[in-house]
């Protein structure tokens, strides 16, 4: 069972409507792109459904197969368009509580520019 309590005022549910700004970078018919406000990476940039889902879970339960393929095209097209796809590039999707997701809005990162180290930090 999907998770599917969404809160309709976390801070992309806000940047979608317009309440809020962004530097956007690509919007698609199902996604949005915009810089990260804290970038991990010299390139760092969110792509989000323009669907209300809350996490990569959700998504992908109950998401029709049109919103799931505009995401992941604008996934693709994004890191394109930054010029991420020869040098290479890191895309994740932190979800739930142990996944250390802070905004309940499926959201991808892009993170490029440098190598990147290590996909999952040791344990403290
Ligand atoms: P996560 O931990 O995967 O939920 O990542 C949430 C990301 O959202 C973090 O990398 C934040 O820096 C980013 N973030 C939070 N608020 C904003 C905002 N207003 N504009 C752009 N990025 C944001």
Redesign the pocket.
């Known amino acids: 069972m999907a998770t599917t309590t969404y809160d309709s005022e976390n801070?992309f549910a806000k940047?979608l409507r317009g309440e809020?700004p962004?530097t956007r970078v690509y919007e698609n018919d199902h996604a949005l792109a915009?810089?990260?406000?804290?970038p991990q990476a010299p390139t760092h940039v969110?792509v989000i459904p323009k669907g209300a889902y809350v996490s990569n879970d959700d998504f992908t339960a109950r998401a029709s197969d049109a919103e799931i393929t505009g995401f992941f095209r604008a996934v693709g097209q994004v890191a394109r368009e930054l010029g991420l796809a020869k040098p290479g590039y890191r895309m994740l999707a932190?979800t739930g509580q142990d996944g250390?997701?802070?905004?309940p809005h499926f959201?991808v990162?892009i993170c490029g520019g440098r190598v990147l180290g290590r996909m999952v930090q040791p344990a403290a």
């Open positions: 801070i940047i809020i962004c915009f810089e990260d406000i804290n969110l932190n250390g997701q802070e905004v959201h990162h």
